[in-house]
């Protein structure tokens, strides 16, 4: 498996519609933590503003690639406004796992200048513009297709810095996750990891905490607890689950697993279909904040 499959594979992406239609104002986008949007523009004319960076002006059709770290205002220009399709992203299920992509800036795409996305953004927008049966099932999966090509597109420019993604691509820390991917039920150690990535503990521990900001052992527990919520989910006993996570016992896997998610595994699984994905609050102003026109 390729690097980029491999990281989608582990990463369960999830895509969704978010809004879609005519801005003549401001929209505001009150996000949570770990999501990512894509937004294409199909007409008119607009500014993505951030609090703390330059200005963005964007003048054509254009397809903007937002990370997570990203917040912003997109502020049409007058008169007449901006078309909008725009989609949210979760890595893993509501944005619970260590799954950060590792881009640090926005990318914006004249749509021109896609030409292997000009097909899909035209079937996108066509599916939009056409109400049918399963159409909120197709958008979401094209916008999944379209941000799998923007993510290439960004490894190929080098644009990806940080992260699993970036992790995966390297030649030391790769072969260490792919193992702890692989086999999670083993007795993983620092030294162990650093061994496979041929460097000294030391340098292993540094590069790895660089990278993906958290501690080898650290990423090693959460992918573990990722694995153990996928066999509750289908059904796996108790055991069974401990035993394919690296745990002893059931107790000190339970033990584990509480401390990392904040619940023992059977209250969570029991109450894991009242959990809501991330709630998104969409509103657009007309001039100033206060004075909302719709969301």
Request: glycine residues 8%.
């Amino acid at each position: 498996m390729d690097v980029l499959s491999e990281f989608f594979e582990r990463t369960s992406l999830q895509g969704r519609l978010l809004f879609a239609g005519p801005v003549d104002g401001t929209l505001l986008l009150d996000k949570p933590p770990g999501m990512a949007f894509i937004h294409v523009i199909e007409r008119g004319a607009l500014d993505m503003v951030h609090s703390d960076k330059p200005r963005i002006a964007i003048s054509q059709p254009s397809v903007l690639f937002c990370p997570s770290c990203c917040c912003y205002k997109l502020r049409a220009h007058e008169p007449g406004g901006v078309d909008l399709i725009c989609a949210s992203f979760q890595f893993g299920r509501y944005g619970q796992q260590p799954f950060e992509l590792g881009l640090e800036e926005t990318l914006v795409f004249p749509l021109s200048a896609l030409e292997q996305l000009g097909p899909v953004i035209g079937s996108l927008v066509n599916e939009f513009r056409t109400p049918a049966p399963g159409r909120s099932k197709a958008l979401n999966l094209l916008f999944e297709y379209v941000f799998v090509l923007l993510v290439r597109r960004a490894v190929n420019e080098g644009r990806i810095t940080s992260g699993l993604l970036y992790a995966l691509q390297d030649s030391q820390l790769g072969p260490a996750l792919i193992c702890i991917h692989q086999e999670p039920h083993l007795p993983w150690s620092v030294e162990r990891l650093a061994e496979l990535a041929n460097m000294s503990r030391t340098k292993f521990a540094a590069l790895f905490n660089e990278v993906m900001d958290m501690t080898p052992m650290a990423y090693v527990t959460a992918w573990r607890m990722k694995v153990a919520q996928d066999l509750l989910r289908e059904g796996k006993p108790i055991k069974v689950i401990a035993d394919a996570v690296g745990y002893g016992s059931q107790a000190s896997f339970s033990r584990s697993f509480a401390q990392q998610v904040g619940q023992p595994p059977g209250e969570w699984l029991r109450g894991e279909g009242q959990i809501m994905p991330a709630k998104l609050q969409v509103q657009i102003y007309r001039d100033e904040p206060g004075q909302a026109q719709g969301g």
